[in-house]
């Protein structure tokens, strides 16, 4: 099932709270580039890889949720038990 025409609507304090998360990421990433072109120790870029990565699990952490009381309850109440394909399957993508 194809979802490339499916939105989200979220509003203004959702998607302010979930931006300044990226924001965050964004200057993280930005901030381990700006290290492995200043030739930092390797073990400092690893930490902070790392950092970046508990972020952006935490984002998805957060996507998930909002999705699954959303979106999936949504479209459940509606009668779409196709749906719940796709939290399996979202489900397995997210834990590998």
């Not at 979802?3 to 990421?25: G, V």
């Amino acid at each position: 099932m194809s979802n490339c025409c499916k939105k989200t609507e979220r509003n203004d304090e959702e998607k302010k709270q979930l931006l300044s998360r990226i924001n965050r990421i964004s200057g993280q990433v930005n901030g381990i580039k700006k290290m492995i072109e200043e030739d930092d120790y390797c073990n400092d870029i690893l930490i902070q890889i790392v950092a970046a990565e508990k972020s952006l699990k935490s984002l998805a952490n957060i996507m998930f949720e909002n999705h699954i009381y959303r979106c999936i309850s949504n479209d459940i109440e509606k009668g779409n038990v196709e749906v719940i394909d796709e939290l399996i399957s979202l489900f397995k993508r997210f834990n590998d």
